[in-house]
C-alpha cells in the first residue's frame, strides 16, 4: 500500500526546485514540502550539500568569466537533462 499524498514531494521535483530554494524562492507551502521531504531522502540530502559545495567553488565567478564553450555544454546538458535525453 502506498503511502504517498497529493503533497508529497518526488525526487525529481525536489531536483527541479533546489535552485529556487537556495534563493528563498519558493513559497511557504513547497519550501515545507520540500524540506519535509529531506527528512526522508539522504540521497537528496546529499545532493543539496553537492550544490552547496558547487555554489562555494564556483558561485563567485561571473558569467563573463566561463568560456563560451563551457557555457554552451553546460546549457546542452542542461536541456538533454530536462528532456530525459541524457548524451
Known sequence: MSTFRPTDLRCKEAVEII???????LSFED??????HLVN?????EYLRQIRQTIGAVGRL???QIPAVVKEEL???FRHWRTGHIK
Open 19 to 25: 535552485t529556487d530554494y537556495l534563493e528563498g524562492k
Open 31 to 36: 519550501r515545507t514540502r520540500f524540506e519535509q
Open 41 to 45: 531522502c539522504p540521497g537528496c540530502v
Open 62 to 64: 561571473t558569467e563573463e
Open 75 to 77: 546549457i546542452d546538458a
